[in-house]
T-cell receptor, first 115, second 113 residues
Framework: DTGVSQDPRHKITKRGQNVTFRCDPISEHNRLYWYRQTLGQGPEFLTY????????KSRLLSDRFSAERPKGSFSTLEIQRTEQGDSAMYLC?????????????FGPGTRLTVT | AQKVTQAQTEISVVEKEDVTLDCVYETRDTTYYLFWYKQPPSGELVFLIRRNSFDEQNEISGRYSWNFQKSTSSFNFTITASQVVDSAVYFCALSFYGQNFVFGPGTRLSVLP
């Protein structure tokens, strides 16, 4: 399978705990995006990387959220001190800046439930 | 600020009918990209089509076609001869050179047999 993969697929955590999600993009893709999607809404942009550089972060992204892409391959998204409002589907997507420009390929998502 | 509006929350059609999904966008950028994505019940978003702002030629790809009108900031998407498998939530999205994608709220399409 050469698509975007995300791990875990589901995460249940208690309020105040830290959680970390992983995304493995399509191997030749140099851009990687993180989104959050709540029920009945479209994906909301969080941040994106080009190779290992984090180029943009949404103003909506609180300082409890941090993302890394240390070697320009997989990425992690960490949420510290989770709150009930963090419950959502977290989506990862990847794309390339050449060829089929900016066509994003999405992973299956990680569903986070904060109790 | 960029914004995407999809005024149709839900649409129901009977199989084989044509259906058009509306998308209106706002941006101050003169160059941008527009996209349509499909999110079936399984949940994974699927890329459908892309159009850049300097090419207003409308196209047809199989049962899909799109109508891009820069003058009215609209990027409508049509499915011809709809099928039950087309049932999904469809999202319109806007991006400036692959940065800061903005998605609309989605239109839920139900195709009834």
């Amino acid at each position: 399978d050469t698509g975007v993969s995300q791990d875990p697929r589901h995460k249940i955590t208690k309020r105040g705990q830290n959680v970390t999600f992983r995304c493995d993009p399509i191997s030749e893709h140099n851009r990687l995006y993180w989104y959050r999607q709540t029920l009945g809404q479209g994906p909301e942009f969080l941040t994106y990387f080009q190779n290992e550089a984090q180029l943009e972060k949404s103003r909506l992204l609180s300082d409890r959220f941090s993302a890394e892409r240390p070697k320009g391959s997989f990425s992690t998204l960490e949420i510290q001190r989770t709150e009930q409002g963090d419950s959502a589907m977290y989506l990862c997507a990847s794309s390339h800046t050449s060829g089929k420009v900016y066509e994003q390929y999405f992973g299956p998502g990680t569903r986070l439930t904060v109790t | 600020a960029q914004k995407v509006t999809q005024a149709q929350t839900e649409i129901s059609v009977v199989e084989k009918e044509d259906v058009t999904l509306d998308c209106v966008y706002e941006t101050r950028d003169t160059t941008y990209y527009l996209f349509w994505y499909k999110q079936p019940p399984s949940g994974e978003l699927v890329f459908l089509i892309r159009r850049n702002s300097f090419d207003e030629q409308n196209e047809i790809s199989g049962r899909y076609s799109w109508n891009f009108q820069k003058s009215t900031s609209s990027f409508n998407f049509t499915i011809t001869a709809s099928q039950v498998v087309d049932s999904a939530v469809y999202f319109c999205a806007l991006s400036f050179y692959g940065q800061n994608f903005v998605f609309g709220p989605g239109t839920r399409l139900s195709v009834l047999p």
